[in-house]
């Protein structure tokens, strides 16, 4: 071979590998939120500083309002490798098989951001993230977003008011045994299905924290809102395992660093977004919001807490105690 065409091989190959190495990492994050919700936000703002902190060599493309992939879509898409992130609600793990999961969904089991960050920034909070490994999927973390609220197009005041009433749910057992108990029907449906759903009287009233409620525009079509605070909703920041595991040493330490500060974003902002939020609803006056007594707000605790019984088996008895322990949570005070 001539000297020439050695070096014009040789030339290629570097342009080649340089080409290579500037192509950033594509990190696909899918999500079923709108963008101006907790999660919604808080995956702007990792995109934002994972970019900016790796000089552009990490692109992450936010996906939001089931734009790629409906909810149950997304933990399949993020298993094959066609996204890299999501950050779904903890009632997704369950159908996968990660029923520990299910005890985010337990009604009443944490009374407010404190007891729920003793679980979710604690020892127990890293031991279900750990649980994910064997899906696949790499836990990095907790984002919060609320506490549910109950709507309808009557008022629910009581446990009575549910009776027969079609409740849009997420595929979660927990939530089924839940609404079963307050003597409603419940029906699993995808979250970017329920506006419509709603609407068109497909199914009679839904739950959610008010960020949902708000920016789906569920609240436009359903008369009433209980504050009922009767459970809550959050979600786990989550990556492909073979992805995330075989980032470049450097690029990883940079993207451990923004799963952190986006998580504390996520968790500062998200009881103010609900509480603006809540102000929205009442502002537009097209949903009355019903805040309840106490004797009804016991009324609900005592009608749901066999949720907690009936869950025991699948969830995981030590977990379940583990999680009471941490939050003070009495089941023999009801
Ligand atoms: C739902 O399906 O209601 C929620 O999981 C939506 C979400 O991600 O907040």
Request: overall charge positive.
């Amino acid at each position: 071979m001539k000297l020439r065409t050695v070096f014009a091989f040789f030339a290629a190959a570097c342009m080649a590998a340089a080409a290579l190495a500037q192509q950033p990492i594509v990190i696909k994050f899918s999500h079923v939120v709108a963008l101006d919700t907790p999660k919604g936000l808080a995956a702007e703002y990792f995109k934002k500083i994972a970019e900016e902190r790796t000089r552009g060599r990490v692109k992450v493309e936010v996906y939001p309002n089931s734009q790629l992939y409906k909810d149950k879509e997304e933990l399949e898409a993020l298993q094959l490798g066609a996204v890299q992130m999501l950050a779904p609600s903890m009632a997704k793990f369950g159908p996968m098989g990660v029923r520990e999961y299910e005890a985010f969904d337990l009604p009443y089991i944490f009374d407010d951001y404190k007891e729920l960050h003793r679980v979710t920034q604690g020892p127990i909070g890293q031991l279900l993230l750990k649980k994910l490994d064997s899906k696949g999927i790499a836990g990095l973390a907790f984002w919060d977003n609320g506490f549910k609220v109950m709507s309808a197009n009557k008022p629910l005041r009581m446990p009575d008011d549910f009776k027969g009433l079609k409740m849009r749910i997420q595929s979660s057992k927990v939530l089924d045994l839940q609404m079963r108990a307050l003597g409603a029907i419940p029906q699993v449906m995808a979250f970017s299905e329920v506006y419509q759903a709603l609407q068109t009287g497909v199914v009679d009233g839904t739950e959610n924290p008010v960020s949902n409620l708000y920016t789906q525009k569920m609240y436009e079509v359903q008369k009433y809102v209980t504050l009922s605070d009767h459970g809550y909703l959050g979600y786990a920041l989550i990556a492909n395992k073979k992805f995330w595991d075989s980032l470049p040493a450097d690029i990883r330490v940079i993207l451990d660093g923004a799963v952190k500060d986006s998580t504390k974003f996520a968790n500062d902002l998200a009881q103010k977004k609900n509480d603006e939020d809540l102000e929205s609803i009442r502002k537009s006056g097209k949903s009355q919001i019903i805040t309840l007594t106490p004797q009804e707000k016991m009324a609900w605790k005592k009608a749901l807490f066999k949720v907690h019984r009936e869950s025991e088996a699948r969830i995981g008895k030590e977990l379940l105690q583990s999680i009471y322990k941490e939050t003070g949570f009495d089941p023999g005070k009801l």
